[in-house]
């Protein structure tokens, strides 16, 4: 009986659907290449034959009842149709080009140069298209110079000029100093946007993408030996030099002095992604599965982060730069048609697995799709040029601008801290991981380069984090103990907790904490940045102290006033003991064979004071204390 029962209910649902195929044509408006169609944008009459639109992964699929002799459809933003269907028999299936209103020609506007000029010209899709009378003005970006014709249909204009440095061999590029621009073109029923730039972003590595443009620092550049079937091409442009490689492999160039610049140039789709095995980099690897860098694209299409827009985050949450022929997500996707992001549960594993892999900032995102550098070249990555292509677009990701204003990022300015062992642990990028023992060979190649402590420093991309900042976790100083509250501030103890820059000796004792250091964050809860705005990502990365902060429940007073006379002590009580600097120099400290005696340990107890500058701010009850101590043991107190 149910059997029966089965059988005839499918009959009956497969009758049904044949009786709706045969009383309907489905009409199909495809979009150009590269375009989509909103179903919503579509509007057909007589909407009395219209039995439903809906979307068809292919465009816009319209059911349009049989024995309908025309059909009408105005899209938005497209040019109308009429759509002869009298001789269509009820279940075919018929396909039409949708034209859009405008198209805009231009050629490369993603490589377009500083200070360059270019064109934009609009295509009318229509007749009706040319009666349109065109307005353009810029809506976002960096101020380009316009000049529209032919009522508006051709838009003359120049880039900006660079706004960064350029030192020698590969220019690093930044969302920031990229010139990027966005300009719109908009008619009684149409609006189009046009974006460019001057040039795609670029870390400043030897491991380039084919086809980008690379801005070279330095002159009278030539190419000495080209990659294996490649010409490359170099352009002269006033006094910008450019190279863009066409072919993968290794190029190499010379400069009008002989100096001579290896480049490795690839695809991110055609690199081999197995860095991860085990006899090269399986730690690595393994650390970077829960990274938020490489997972925050399957977290945002499986809709796990709130107002997520795939549009937007592209350039920063996949490889690749949007607009080039890299091998990179998006070019890929085009590739495959798709030009549509679903957000749901699932959507990830939707994906073709060649989209899946390049999905995420995963290897070549951050070291570049070219081969691995060779020796003299590895130093580049520490440079936080690479991590500024995303984390250096103001006013929301400002990491960069903030942390260029810090005295960290000019620390190994002065010659003798790159050389001087006892400096360089502290005060470059190279010294500080060699001393935690990490990327040791990263070191001889980059000690006459002024890097400032910059990004890796304190942030590690392969390291297993201990929060979603990728902070890298490091051994606290034997003299010190950092409560639970202050752990954000590990990190800075590092460097912040020895003799020579004695801030946290004196903030975090074995026992008997002031008030500063029992604040939520520690060094961070006063040094967190101007501003915590959620909108407002790196605001911490100035290191500096809002003074409204102060007076929100502590200082409600509105007294900041520090103890000089803690300074103008300490540096009495050095000159005592033979020492003029402040703060003092690495060899002020105490020999071994003097530190027992009552003048080394005075002399070590006045450095841990006179090494911190705001000494008196941090803990002044602290620094008195140890002052007093010194006094004591050079018979001079109590």
């Not at 009378?133 to 976002?140: A, L, N």
């Not at 460019?196 to 590595?205: D, I, T, V």
């Not at 960290?408 to 010294?431: I, L, P, V, Y």
């Amino acid at each position: 009986m149910k059997a029966s029962c089965a059988l005839l209910l499918l009959a009956l649902a497969c009758s049904a659907r044949g009786s709706s195929e045969a009383e309907h044509i489905h009409v199909l408006l495809t979009p150009q290449p590269g375009s989509t169609l909103d179903p919503h944008s579509v509007h057909a009459r007589p909407e009395s034959a219209v039995s439903a639109i809906s979307d068809d992964g292919k465009g816009v699929l319209i059911e349009v009842k049989a024995g309908t002799r025309t059909l009408e459809v105005d899209i938005d933003g497209a040019c109308p149709l009429q759509l002869p269907l009298s001789d269509a028999r009820p279940g075919e299936r018929r396909e039409f080009d949708v034209l859009p209103w405008l198209r805009a020609e231009g050629g490369d506007l993603a490589q377009l140069g500083f200070d360059a000029p270019f064109v934009v010209t609009l295509v009318p899709g229509c007749r009706e298209a040319l009666r349109s009378r065109i307005s353009w003005k810029q809506v976002g970006g960096e101020p380009v110079q316009l000049s529209p014709s032919k009522d508006g249909l051709v838009l003359r204009g120049r880039t900006t000029s660079f706004g960064g440095s350029a030192p020698w061999g590969v220019v690093p590029v930044s969302a920031r100093t990229q010139g990027k621009f966005e300009l719109s073109a908009t008619t009684e029923k149409f609006s189009l946007r046009v974006r460019g730039a001057a040039a795609a972003r670029s870390g400043g590595l030897p491991s380039v993408p084919v086809s980008q443009k690379i801005l070279l620092g330095g002159s009278g550049w030539r190419i000495d030996s080209p990659a294996p079937g490649g010409v490359g091409r170099l352009t002269d442009r006033g006094s910008q030099t450019w190279f863009q490689p066409d072919a993968r492999g290794r190029w190499t160039l010379k400069d009008g002095q002989g100096r001579v610049l290896s480049l490795a140039a690839g695809s991110h789709s055609e690199t081999p992604l197995d860095c991860g095995r085990s006899d090269c980099h399986a730690k690595e690897s393994e650390a970077v599965l829960t990274s938020a860098m490489t997972s925050v694209l399957v977290r945002g299409l499986s809709g796990k982060i709130p107002g997520y827009d795939p549009d937007c985050a592209l350039a920063c949450h996949a490889v690749g730069e949007p607009g080039l022929a890299d091998g990179g997500f998006v070019a890929v996707a085009r590739d495959f048609g798709m030009t549509k992001w679903n957000v749901h549960d699932g959507a990830w594993d939707e994906l073709p697995r060649a989209l899946r892999r390049l999905g995420g900032v995963t290897c070549t995102a951050c070291h570049g799709p070219g081969a691995i550098p060779e020796p003299s070249a590895r130093w580049a990555i520490l440079r936080s040029d690479v991590c500024a292509t995303c984390h250096d677009a103001p006013p929301r990701y400002s990491h960069m601008v903030r942390w260029q204003a810090t005295r960290m990022s000019r620390a190994d300015r002065d010659a003798r801290t790159r050389s001087d062992t006892a400096c360089r642990g502290c005060h470059t990028s190279s010294g500080f991981l060699a001393r935690l023992g990490a990327r040791a060979d990263l070191e001889e190649g980059a000690r006459e380069l002024e890097l400032g402590i910059g990004c890796v420093a304190c942030h590690a991309p392969h390291a297993k984090e201990f929060d979603p900042r990728l902070v890298r976790r490091v051994d606290l100083p034997k003299d010190l103990t950092l409560p639970e509250s202050a752990r954000k501030s590990r990190i800075c103890v590092g460097c912040h907790g020895m003799r020579e820059a004695s801030e946290a000796l004196l903030m975090f004792p074995k026992s008997d904490l002031g008030a500063h250091a029992k604040l939520p964050g520690g060094c961070l809860g006063c040094h967190g940045g101007s501003t915590n705005s959620p909108d407002v990502r790196g605001a911490s990365h100035d290191f500096g102290v809002d003074r409204h902060l102060c007076t929100r429940g502590c200082h409600e007073d509105g007294k900041l006033e520090a103890d000089v006379s803690i300074a103008s002590r300490a540096l009495g009580m050095l000159r005592r003991l033979g020492v003029s600097a402040t703060p003092a120099p690495a060899h002020a400290r105490p020999l071994p064979s003097q530190s027992d005696s009552k003048q080394g340990l005075a002399l070590e107890l006045v450095l841990t004071v006179a090494s911190d500058p705001q000494a008196a701010i941090h803990d002044a009850k602290r620094a008195r204390a140890l002052l007093d101590r010194a006094e004591a043991l050079l018979g001079d107190g109590k």
